[in-house]
Structures are given as structure tokens and as C-alpha cells.
């Protein structure tokens, strides 16, 4: 889930100069026609130590009005609430209509906390993150907007932050848990991560904001706030909708082009022929016999490509095939459902396929496909692509939990070597039918797609089913890639 | 929960017959114009062994169109179910769009009856519980409606049947569980509920049905699918909504008065004047040690009255709080909202005056506001009341966990004992404020004020925090019932 987070996004001096008061402008604008439709906001701030979450308090203080907002910090528990049930405490924070609360730390940071330093066992863990759930749909339910960040930098700047620290002892009093936190780092994610997916709702979505720059951080904290104020006001009813001046279209930052998490794969890797050719008759050898022994064990396996279009995900899948027995595996190429599947829940189709003990299915496509393609087409609304990621979730984590072992590939390529592949498929006869006016009309949609890919990567790279990004520019790169990771998962899951 | 469902309803022969050929049509009428709609509807009839669930199957066959129609009984798993992941199997029985799938069993039985027999501890069964919810919430969002029923017979009763099945050896045969299930029957009922309460939602509600009496069972069943048909059918756009010549008020069987759980409580109970002193003294002295002893024992108590207008709740409370030192307890009126509690969640009032550690909170009147006076006079609608029912049992089950003692009264008058009440308080000059122009209205909903009792029973009567309905008729009897109930919570918290 962090990954997306840690992909090196930043802004410069001017572009921040330049945003900064057209954000805030419109920031004022929305919360003003919040204010006015007598919604209530509350802005939760949480993540790592040392993001800096205390900056974007400040920023937040700066740029809203601060006549309608409060800000409440959850540092120690005041006796009086220690003698009431939890939840009183942030019963007492919630803003009445039309105002804004901001929260440094809240519902979520005990729990985290609790559960990182193993005070509390899992199952009561699990029950809390079932009781979060339950008060955000409360409170949303009843009008509010909940607009959670979660702030991510990677250990190794948080190293350098403590280091930096020490050399001002104020700062460090003013942190008591800056290093106790750092060993705990690894669980520290493990926990949040699954308290960010087991959260993760369509009616609350979470959002991961990468930390290491400080004006990346607060400018698109700023964004998703001003998208979020945005989307509220657009679901009140239309005789509610406050009057203002607001262009709906112009979120600032758009032209700000920041990373994805696909710029972090390392296109430029090649291999000889000599080398791919060793090291793919040595894998397929062992694939076949892995996969046999995971029918011996009965073990179930799914695996799952996704790419862009000409990225050769039918090539690599061949490759993959090869090297299992026949009878062993399934590929199921998802098209455009047929009508019996679309009279049915859009995970019907992929359930019905779900192999038996000891086989493996693998799907060309998938049901990310609603998060993609339903996303950017349209085809999906909003509400149904965005509650999305945690039905996915579920889905994948009950497929785990059963023991099967499930690989997602995204293989990637940069948009050159895509227009290259077009063009040489239109060229060659026996490969013209594989390039069709969609394709070309899905490339010019390439950087909603980016968008998209990054937010599902975001979403629902878990620890129980990472997604393996593939560097696709060269195919015998992707390829090697791919059968490794089949046979270093196969080989974890059968021994 | 279940208390709701020992009430003895029963509808005779005559009644039954002159019923059926309505709801039928009308049931078939709503089946066509929910198959046009394309909305794709599963009924899930569960509840106690020998309770008659396979009777109402057939009489559901019988009503309903069945060439839209299929059912399923999950007995025993197979072999190809075994080896994937648990619902698998279930969403392969979900209907298409269009079409009804009756479910004999579901996902409840396994977890429920695993969890009774002690198979599986309570973590993994809430775990399975909030799967549910997962579940369910996944495919209503996507368009189904889903209609839950749980059958359910008294102990004594299943004793008869199982007695008069020995004598049958064929139906033995039938139902191998019937004995075995009959020695777990309280443990069944425990787990039972806290299944159907954890997963009685607003999108997706229980319906506890009583089915002592076939004939009220199979009618209230269609009584009920019919208005779930129904409701579902008014949420479609007006533009999906098929054109049927269907009268939305004429629900059959309105002219059946059936039995609430009020009817149990027995109204002529009395009390002599010295015994009533006597006992009064006492337990007032009682309770005067225990709230101190609560009190040292920092112990916190919540207890809250409802009641009918002129139910003596006022008399009551100034009975219980004339038992404990004045410094212990707060008396929390609760009157129409002020603008500062109407700019919060309905439940935010409450949890406000939640007292502290080793202080007790009387509420007169309550958060039940929201699904008696709200849901009576169309407040909150029917959306806001009916998901209101899940958050109460939260609510409250946060208080209970935290160790809060917390009792709820209904105080239960006769209609004519309320008009006796009411013609006296005009002629007392000293009592004219308390009687107004409301309650006359209040008096005309009785009924409807009935229903939404029943129903608040049926729903939040838990088994940590359950209903006690008062005897109010003669005031004395309904003081030492309340006073003897206090002295006994009391005692069991702080000894």
C-alpha cells in the first residue's frame, strides 16, 4: 500500500508559489459552501512519525477560515475519559453542522499503537477496525465528511529526520516517540496498512500522501481537500447546493505532472539472448514441477495479468503455460461480459472461476478491469468504482485465507514503446488483428489510466497480495521477471 | 430478541383464507414488476430446528411465480465446494437480475451452529460475522434485495414437536439434527443472537418471525416479502419503475390485529398499600449501600425509561432516586432537541451525559426517540429509523463493554388506563400541564406506537442489555418492579 508513497514526488519553490493562493482560494470558496449547506467536515491527519503532520495542521490553519474550524490533538487520555467508554472522547470532537474539526491523531492511533508494540492481540484489533468502520458509517450516514490522510516516508528518511533532530534538543522533548517508534517501524506498517485496508470505504476512503517533500505533501494535501469539499457539495441535493462562483473544472494543480508509482520501474533493463534463453528453460522446468507438486498438496493458485495495451501480457502468459502440464491450469481471457455475467455482480464472474484444490487458473484481465478501464470509460460511477478497492480487498484476502496463492502483474511500458508496438502490429498482416480503433482511442486516455493504475496500487497492494510491477519495455525482461516471481511464490506456498 | 417471538400470535382458518388469495396476488403482481425491474432478489429463511422452515418453503413455491424462481438448501458441503474458498458456493446460488433465489440455510448456518457446538471461538465467529455484513452490504449496493426471515418457536413447544415426531419415523429420518440441536437449544439462541443483531442492518434488516402457529408464520412471511418487495420497488427511479396497477397502501392482512409483545405483560397484577411500603422501604434502603458501593467500586450506571404518555415514568424515577444519595446521580430529561444538539448526530445528546466512573445517569426518555416518536411521526425516515436499530446495539454494547450497567424500561399502561390518566389530569388543576393537545394526538397513534415498540423490542432486546417491560397499570406495581430490577443489576455489577 506504501510503495505508492514512496515514488520521490515533489514540487518546486515557484510551481508551490505559483498554486499556493489559487488552492487557497478555492479551499475558502468550498469551505464557505459547506459552512453555508450546514455540512460537517472532520479531517483526520495520521501516518508516520516525523511526516510532518504537524506542518499540514499549520498549512490547514493558514489556509481555511479558522472562525469555523477547531483543532483537536489526542496526545494522552484525560482521566475523565479513561472513566468513560472510548468513543466518548470523539463523540465530544465531532463538529456540528457547517463547522470543521481537524484531528491530529484519533480513532485510529491507540489501536495502531496497541497493536505495533503486540499489547493487544489480533482479534481485538480486528474488532476495533470493525468498530471504526461502524462510527465513520454512523457519522457519514447522518451528512458528514470524513476526509482521512495518512502521511508516508520511507524509513530511511526518517533516519536522517531523527538524525537532524538530535541536534535540536527542543524538537526532540517535543517527541518523545520519535526513536521507540523508529524500531517498530516494520510492524508499525504492517499494522497500519491493514487498518488503512480494513477501512479503506467508499464512503471514507483513505488517502496515502507521499511526505518526503514538504510542499508536495501539503499542496496535494490541499487537493485531495479541496476535491473532497468538492465532491460533497456536489451530492447535496440541488435546492441545498449553495450559489458560488466555482469553476468545478479547475482544481488547481493540474498541470503540476507529479509521479506515479509506474515511474518508479526501471524500463531501461535489458537481457541477452543467451541469458534469457538459459534462464527461462530453467524456470519452466522448474515451474512444471512445482506445479505438479501443488496438485500433489492440492494447493490452489491464481495468478492475474494486467497491463497496458500491447504490453504482452498473451506472450508472457504463454510463457508461464509452457512450463505447467496441461491439465493442470486454466486461462480465462476476460472480454466484455456476456449477458448472463452482467446480469450478475461484477465479481460473479471471477468468483465462478476460482479453481479447485491443486489447479491454477490464470486470468488475462481481471477484476481490477473496475477500477481501470469501468473507471476511465466511465462505465463505473464514481461511488461504485471507489467502494471498489475494499470489495477487491475482501475478495483477495478470502481467496488467501483459504490458502490459495494469488499473483497480480501489471506489466508496464512507457507510452514510446507502446506507439512502437502499434505501429508495428499494423504493419504485419498476421498481427493486424490485434490493434483496433480502441486501442488507439484507450492511448489517448494514457495519463487517466496512469492515474488510475497508481490509485489501484495504492489501494490494493497488500501484504497478502502485493501487486509485482513489471518492467515490460523489453518482453524477455518482463518475462524473466514474471516466471521468477511464479516460481519464487509457487515455492514459498508448496515447501 | 427472541421475546418478540413467544407472544402466541395466531391467525385462524378463516382469516387465513380470506387473506391468502390477496397476498398472493398482490405477492405475484410485485414478483413481475421486480423480474421487469430486473432486480435480483434472495430470501433467506433460517431460524430454530422444527419451526416449519420447509413448510414455508412450499407455501413460497406456491405463492410466487416459480418460473422466476429457484431454491437452494445447503445441507452438506461437496467436494468441489470443500476445495475454494467458503462463498464460493454462495455466490453461485446469488440470482441473476430479475430473478428470486430462495436460500434454505445460507451463510449463517455454518458459522451459527459451529459456534454453538463450540467448534470455533469467539473471534473467527465475529470475524465470520462481519464477513457477512461485508457480504450482504456488496450485493445490495449492487442492486439486490435480500429478505431475511428467522423462525422461531419456544423451547416447550420444540419439545412437543420433537415428541410427536418419534412417533413419525419417516420425518425422523428428515431431520437428524433435531435432538442433537434440541440439548444446545440455549447456546443456539445465544450465538443466534448475536449473529442476527451484528448483522441486522438498515440496508439488509432481520425479520424474527413467531411460528407457533403455521398459519400467522406463512402469512406474516408473505406479509412481510410483500412490503420488502415493495419498498424496493419505490426506491427504483420513476423511470425504471414498471407501470403495474398496484395499490401501495392496501397491504393485506391490515385488518388482522395481531399480538405485540406488550401483550404479554400482565396488567392486573397488584399490590396492598402495606406490602408496597414495606417492600418499597427496603429496597430503597438497598439500593441507597449499592450506589455507594458502585461508587467506591467506580462502577458506572446508566438506566433509562420509556413508557406511554401518563406511564408514571416521572413518579418512578423520583422513586429510584429518592433510594440514592443526591451527589451519585444526574436526571437527564430529554425534551425536543436545543440548536446545539440538533446540529450534531442524533446519538451525540446521549453519549454527552454518559457519567463517569462510579456515577449513575437516568435518563428520562431516550435515544429510543429515534425509532418510537421519530419513526411514529415520520422524522426520521424510514431509512434513518430502520438502520437506527444496528447503531442503538452498538451504542449501547460500547457501554456494556466498557462495564457500564445499563437497564432500560418500557412502562406499559392499557389504553383505557391511559384515558383515565388523562381525564383525571384535566380535572386536577395542580396536574393540567401535564397533559396537552400532543398527548390527545400521541393517543390516536396507539396502534402505530404499538407496532414501533414491538419492533424496538424485537431489535435491541440483547442479551447484555435487555428490555424490562414494566406492569404500569397500577403505578405501586410498576415502582416495585422497577426498584426490584435496579437493586438486582446493581448487585450483580458491583458484587
Redesign the interface.
Known sequence: MFESAEVGRSVTKESFNREEPKLQTELLKAQHALQEA?V?VAIILSGVEGAGKGEVLSRLCKWLDIRGLQTYAFLDEAE?ER??????RF??V?P???RISILFGSWYSQPIIDRAFRRVG??PF??EL??IV?FER??T??G?LIVKFWYHIPKKLLKQRIKADKKDKQHEANTPFFKKFFKRFAEFLEVSERALRKTDTGFCPWHVVEASDGRYRDLETGRILLAAFRKRLAQLPQKDRPVKEMDAEALPLAEVKTATVLDRVDLTQTVSDKEYRKVMEKMQKKLYSQAWSAYLQ?H?TVAMFEGWDASGKGGAIRRVTAGIDGRLFRVISIAAPTD?ER??????RF??H?????YITIYDRSWYGRVLVERVEKFATET?WS?AYR?IN?FEA??C??G?TLMKFWIHTSAEEQLKRFKEREKLAWKQHKITEEDWRNREKWTAYEDAVNDMVAHTSTDYAPWTLVAGNDKKVARVQILRTFCERLGEAID
Chains 1, 2 share one sequence.
Do not use: S
Open positions: 450546514r460537517q475523565e472513566e468513560r467508554p472510548r468513543y466518548w463523540w465530544r465531532m456540528p453542522r457547517g489480533k482479534a480486528e474488532r470493525n468498530r461502524d454512523l457519522q450516514d447522518d458528514a492440492r490452489n448472463e446480469a450478475q455482480h461484477y465479481l460473479w468468483w465462478r476460482i479453481p479447485r484444490a491443486g461504485e467502494r470489495e475482501e478470502q481467496l485465507e483459504h490459495v
